[in-house]
Every structure is written in C-alpha cells, then in structure tokens.
Nanobody, 123 residues
Framework: QVQLVESGGGMVQAGGSLRLSCAAS????????MGWYRQVPGEQRELLAT???????SYPDSKRGRFTASRDVAKYTMDLQIDNLKDEDSAAYYC?????????????????WGQGTQVTVSS
C-alpha cells in the first residue's frame, strides 16, 4: 500500500503564489504517473497536472501558465506551484499516484489518492 500526504494548503491572498507538496510512503514498488486534481464541493474533480515517471509534466490546455508541477522521482515527492491565485482556485487539492498493487494472482495497476489539502483564496 502507498500512502500519499499533501501539504502546503491554507489561506492566501488573490494574486499571490502557493506551493503544494505531496509525499508518497509505504510499500512502494515503483510509481508511474503522479498528478494533481482539485475539487470544489458539489463539482467533479478537475485535473490540473500529470507528471510521468521521468519527471515530465503535462497540463490540460485550460491550466497552462499558472500551474507548474514538478516531481522528485527518487524521493517519491511532487510539488504544485500555483501563481497569480484567483478566487476560483479555492478548492481541495488532491495528489494521486499510479502504482502497482498486489492482487490475487499477480499485480495490477492502482491509483492511490491523498486526503487532500484545502486552499482558500481571499480577495
């Protein structure tokens, strides 16, 4: 099992920047993609960034520019820098990690999730 813990959330002023972190621990047999989502109550989770096992980040077109994801593959950590924060960035931010999990008869893919960290932007 892989445990993910996010940190770095809090209350920030509009226009400022914030850096979120995600740390993986536990029984890790390699991690493929890691990434970030966010969710506002009552809405679906929104993909922000994906970072592959080589450390290359990709973003949905709507998220290019203000979001920068990076990953330390050797340390199983990942960060998300958010610049020029806006009111609409207020949400719970979740990291995920795609890693193999031991199943009956062998191994299979599994997506692990963190518990989330809240970001509140005040104007």
């Amino acid at each position: 099992q892989v445990q993910l813990v996010e940190s770095g959330g809090g209350m920030v002023q509009a226009g400022g920047s914030l850096r979120l972190s995600c740390a993986a621990s536990g029984e890790i047999f390699g991690i493929n993609d890691m990434g970030w989502y966010r969710q506002v109550p009552g809405e679906q989770r929104e993909l922000l960034a994906t970072v592959d096992r080589g450390g290359s980040a990709s973003y949905p077109d709507s998220k290019r520019g203000r979001f920068t994801a990076s990953r330390d593959v050797a340390k199983y950590t990942m960060d998300l820098q958010i610049d020029n924060l806006k009111d609409e960035d207020s949400a719970a931010y979740y990291c995920y990690a795609d890693a193999p999990i031991r199943k009956t008869g062998g191994w299979g893919p599994h997506r692990y999730w963190g518990q989330g960290t809240q970001v509140t932007v005040s104007s």
